[in-house]
Nanobody, 115 residues
């Protein structure tokens, strides 16, 4: 069984920063890519960024510049640094990992950007 535990969400003022973490544990037979998605109220889930085992990154065009994804392979952990946050960044943020056999999702962590 694979578990993904997310942390770091919360309430932040516009212009502020947050760092999300997602630690994977359990019967994981090799993690390929790791990534982050988000889903705002009334909207579809959208990809933010993805990072390969070798560290290559991909960002959605709208996410470039303010969001940075990174990972620690030794800890099976992926991070998302979010800067200059805006109210429209308010959403539930989900981490995901892709293994040779399946993909696994975290439970989501709420990020609210408001003054």
């Amino acid at each position: 069984q694979v578990q993904l535990v997310e942390s770091g969400g919360g309430l932040v003022q516009p212009g502020g920063s947050l760092r999300l973490s997602c630690a994977a544990s359990g019967s994981i037979s090799g993690i390929n890519s790791m990534g982050w998605y988000r889903q705002a109220p009334g909207k579809q889930r959208e990809i933010i960024a993805r990072i390969t085992a070798g560290g290559a990154t991909m960002y959605a065009d709208s996410m470039k510049g303010r969001f940075t994804i990174s990972r620690d392979n030794a800890k099976n952990t992926v991070y998302l640094q979010m800067n200059s946050l805006k109210p429209e960044d308010t959403a539930v943020y989900y981490c995901v990992i892709w293994t040779p056999s399946s993909d696994y999702w975290g439970q989501g962590t709420q990020v609210t950007v408001s003054s």
